[in-house]
């Protein structure tokens, strides 16, 4: 038999005052329709229940709304200096040889010239082999479908952060 009970983390985020908790929102992802439409949401009886508008979020947000989402996001191989999760998630890249570094900045200013965004995808558990050949299979995929895999993969990531969100220990 599965609890009921809010974990202590979700029932944390639902008492956060409402900067607070928009502040924690955009740290997971920088779309502002996105956090509005979790916001208005609030309070969530289980995390299922925020995955769910998360997800529900994603699906309407807009181009101009993901490009915004994407901003946030520095390139793989780059996490931004000081900010421990884009780290966290691109450790695959850590262990890289020089060489596969190099290659991976090569793709991502390709992809970068070629669809005007950072190369996104779910970096948590990939190796940076992996994500060079995503980077090298996707690059060749017309805009519009490269956007609605941008929208999965963003969709995967907001997953995670809202998960380490809502199972934070106090």
Not at 146 to 169: C, D, P, Q, S, Y
Request: net charge negative; proline share 5%.
């Amino acid at each position: 038999m599965t609890s009921t009970s809010t974990p202590p983390g979700l029932a944390r985020f639902n008492a956060l005052e409402e900067r607070a908790a928009h502040a924690a929102l955009h740290e997971a992802c920088a779309s502002t329709a996105w956090v509005r439409r979790l916001l208005a949401a609030r309070p969530y009886a289980t995390a299922e229940d925020l995955y769910a508008a998360s997800d529900a979020a994603m699906a309407e947000l807009t181009t101009a709304d993901l490009e915004e989402a994407m901003a946030g996001h520095p390139p793989i191989g780059r996490p931004k200096e000081g900010d421990p999760t884009s780290a966290r998630e691109q450790r695959g890249m850590a262990g890289a040889s020089e060489e596969l570094k190099a290659q991976m900045l090569e793709l991502n200013l390709a992809y970068q010239d070629r669809f005007g965004h950072v190369f996104l995808i779910c970096a948590t558990g990939r190796s940076a082999e992996q994500m060079r050949d995503a980077i090298e299979e996707r690059i060749g995929n017309a805009p519009e479908k490269e956007r609605e895999i941008v929208r999965t993969e963003l969709g995967k990531i907001n997953r995670i952060r809202l998960a380490r969100l809502v199972e934070e220990e106090a």
